[in-house]
C-alpha cells in the first residue's frame, strides 16, 4: 500500500500479521475476513502502540504523519477515489478497535470526505479525527467500562480507517447485525436485525424499527445467500458462533466486523454441545466454552403460566430472565433509585451514557428498538432481563412517569418484564425457576466422565472439576508437543469467555 517503510500503519491486507494486542480485536477479525475470501472494505489500521504514544505525549509519534498521508495514498488508489476530490470523493469511517472490545464507550466518525473541501483540508480533518479517537480512550465512559469489567487502563486503542459503503445508497441498500445461531436459545438460524435504506448506525441506536433478519430472504435474496454462506464459513474457521455487522451497498454485501456471538447463557450451553455434536470441537473444548457464570444464567426463572396478570405492554424479547422492580426513566435516577431496592430503567431507547444506569437496574425497558439495539446488547452482556419495542410505552423524563395508552404510571411504580416472552406486567407475579434442559443434562453428563467423579454436586461444581482436568491435560499435552486448536475469536473483556459477550454495529 505504501512506498515507504510503516511502523504504525497496518493495511487491511491478506499478507498483514498481527496481534489483537497489536491491531485491536476489531481489525484483526477484518484481516480474518479478508484472508477467508470474504468482501471487507479497503482501508487500514494504526495500531494501538501509536494510540498509548499519543495519549503519553499527546501528539503524533514521529513518523506518523507521512505513514498515515502514505496509507491515504494507497485506499486512493485501492478505491479509484481520491479524499478531498469533488468529483470523486474519497468517504471513510474513522473507528476504534481497542485488543479488548469496549462497544460504544469510544468516538466514530463517519463520512469523513463526503463533503470534500479540498484534498488539504480533508487530510487534516482525517488526522484530528484520529486523535479525537485515541483521546476517547480516556473519555468517563470508556474509563467506567472497563472498570465495570476490569480493562486495564493502560492498553490503549487502534484506529481503523475504512472506505465508507453506504447503506442508504437506494432500494437495494441497507444494514444490521446477523448472528449466526440464535443468541437467546442457541438454535442453529441465522438471526438478527436489518434496515433498509439505512445505514448501520440506525440499527444499533434503537431509534428506528428494525425488521428480522429473515426478511432479507425475500427482498434481497441475493444478499441474505451471501450474508448466509459468510456466517456459515465463518463459523467454520473459527469453530464458533460469531455474529456480524453488516452493510449491503446497491445489492454487494460488505461485512464490517466480526465477533463472538455474545450468547445467553442457555444458548452457550447449547451451542457448546451442538459444535461437539457437530464434530467442530471436542466434548473437553465444549467444556471449556462453558462458565459457571453461563449455568447460573441457565436456570433463568420464569413467569407462573397459570395467568392473570396484568400485562401493560408487549416488545421483543431481549434478555431473558424475569426482572421486578420500581420504574426509573433516567440512567441517574436508576443508580440514585437502586440504593433503596431494585428497579427497572424504562427508557426511549439507551446509548453508552447509560452505561450506570444500565448497571445499576434489575432489568431495561425500551419503547424503540430491536434485539441488537444498545440496550439489547448490553443487557446480555451483563446477563440482565431486557425487553425492547416496547412500542405501546411513552416515557416522559420531564414528568417523570411512563404511559400506556389511557394509563399513567409515576416513577417508582412496581413493573414486571420478561426478557423470554417480551411481556412487561404491573406489580410482582412471582416467579418458578427454570428446568434443566437436555443440552445442560448432556454437557454435565460429560463433565462427571472426564472428572471421574459421579457424586452429588452442584451442577457448578461438576463443571469446574471437569475443567480443572482438562486444564491439567492441555498443561502436559503443552509440554510435550503443540497442540492444533481453533483460531481464536476477537478479544474478550477480562473474565468473559467465548459467546458470553455483545456487540453491535459502529460501537467500538
Same mark, same amino acid.
Given at each position: ?35 477467508? @475470501? ?32 502514505? %496509507? ?46 479540498? %484534498? ?36 490503549? +486503542? ?25 443468541? =437467546? ?6 438471526? @438478527? ?7 448501520? =448506525? ?11 433478519? %429473515? ?13 448466509? $454462506? ?6 467454520? !474457521? ?8 453488516? +452493510? ?45 457464570? !453461563? ?6 426463572? !420464569? ?8 400485562? &401493560?405492554?408487549?416488545?421483543? $424479547? ?13 440512567? =441517574?435516577? $436508576? ?5 433503596? @431496592? ?32 444498545? %440496550? ?29 395508552? =389511557? ?55 461438576? &463443571? ?32 468473559? +469467555? ?11
Amino acid at each position: 500500500m505504501s512506498a515507504i517503510p510503516m511502523t504504525y500503519v497496518h493495511p487491511l491486507a491478506t499478507d498483514v500479521d498481527g496481534s489483537a494486542d497489536l491491531l485491536g480485536a476489531k481489525a484483526h477479525g477484518l484481516l480474518v475476513l479478508r484472508r477467508l @475470501g470474504l468482501p471487507v472494505p479497503p482501508g487500514f489500521v494504526i495500531d494501538t502502540r501509536a494510540g498509548r504514544a499519543f495519549l503519553k505525549d499527546g501528539r503524533f509519534p514521529e513518523a506518523l504523519d507521512a505513514e498515515l498521508a502514505s %496509507a491515504v495514498r494507497g485506499l486512493e488508489a485501492a478505491t479509484g477515489r481520491r479524499l478531498g476530490d469533488r468529483d470523486r470523493p474519497l468517504a471513510v469511517s474513522v473507528r476504534s478497535g481497542a485488543a479488548v472490545s469496549m462497544p460504544g464507550m469510544m468516538s466514530t466518525i463517519l463520512n469523513l470526505g463526503l463533503a470534500p473541501t479540498g %484534498a488539504e483540508d480533508t487530510m487534516g480533518q482525517l488526522r484530528t479525527a484520529v486523535e479525537t479517537v485515541f483521546s476517547s480512550w480516556r473519555t468517563p465512559r470508556a474509563t467506567s467500562y472497563r472498570e465495570l469489567h476490569g480493562i486495564p487502563h493502560d492498553l490503549g +486503542t487502534a484506529v481503523i480507517v475504512q472506505a465508507m459503503v453506504f447503506g442508504n445508497r437506494d432500494r437495494h441498500s441497507g444494514s444490521g447485525v446477523a448472528f449466526s445461531r440464535d443468541p =437467546d436459545t442457541g438454535k442453529q438460524t441465522p438471526y @438478527g436485525d436489518v434496515l433498509f435504506g439505512r445505514q448501520g =448506525d440506525d440499527v444499533v441506536s434503537g431509534e428506528s424499527t428494525t425488521r428480522p433478519l %429473515a426478511e432479507l430472504a425475500h427482498r434481497a435474496p441475493a444478499v441474505w445467500g451471501d450474508l448466509r $454462506a459468510a456466517l456459515h464459513r465463518i463459523e467454520q !474457521h473459527h469453530r464458533d458462533a460469531c455474529h456480524v455487522e453488516f +452493510t449491503f451497498d446497491s445489492g454487494q454485501l460488505w461485512l464490517l466486523q466480526v465477533r463472538a456471538g455474545g450468547l445467553t447463557g442457555r444458548a452457550a450451553i447449547r451451542v457448546a454441545v451442538d459444535l461437539a455434536d457437530e464434530h467442530l470441537i471436542d466434548r473437553r473444548t465444549a467444556l471449556r466454552r462453558v462458565s459457571p457464570h !453461563h449455568l447460573r444464567l441457565a436456570h433463568t426463572p !420464569h413467569i407462573p403460566s397459570d395467568g392473570g396478570f396484568d400485562i &401493560l405492554a408487549r416488545g421483543r $424479547a431481549a434478555s431473558p430472565g424475569v426482572a421486578t422492580g420500581r420504574i426509573a426513566v433516567t440512567a =441517574d435516577r $436508576a443508580v440514585r433509585m437502586a440504593a433503596d @431496592g431494585p428497579v427497572i430503567l424504562v427508557r426511549p431507547t439507551t446509548s453508552p451514557l447509560d452505561l450506570p444506569g444500565l448497571a445499576a437496574a434489575t432489568g431495561t425497558i425500551t419503547s424503540r428498538g430491536g434485539p441488537t439495539s444498545h %440496550a439489547a446488547i448490553v443487557a446480555r452482556a451483563m446477563g440482565k432481563p431486557a425487553v425492547v419495542g416496547a412500542t405501546a410505552l411513552t416515557v416522559d423524563p420531564m414528568t417523570r412517569c411512563v404511559r400506556a395508552g =389511557d394509563r399513567v404510571l409515576p416513577e417508582g411504580t412496581v413493573l414486571t418484564l420478561d426478557g423470554s416472552s417480551g411481556e412487561i406486567m404491573l406489580g410482582d407475579p412471582g416467579t418458578v425457576t427454570a428446568t434443566t434442559d437436555a443440552h445442560l443434562h448432556r454437557l454435565l453428563d460429560w463433565a462427571d466422565t472426564i472428572s471421574g467423579d459421579r457424586s452429588q454436586r452442584s451442577d457448578e461444581q461438576r &463443571l469446574t472439576d471437569a475443567q480443572a482436568v482438562v486444564a491439567g491435560a492441555g498443561h502436559a499435552t503443552r509440554r510435550t508437543s503443540s497442540p492444533s486448536s481453533a483460531p481464536s475469536m476477537p478479544a474478550l473483556p477480562p473474565g468473559k +469467555t467465548t459467546g458470553s459477550t455483545g456487540w453491535g454495529p459502529d460501537l467500538g
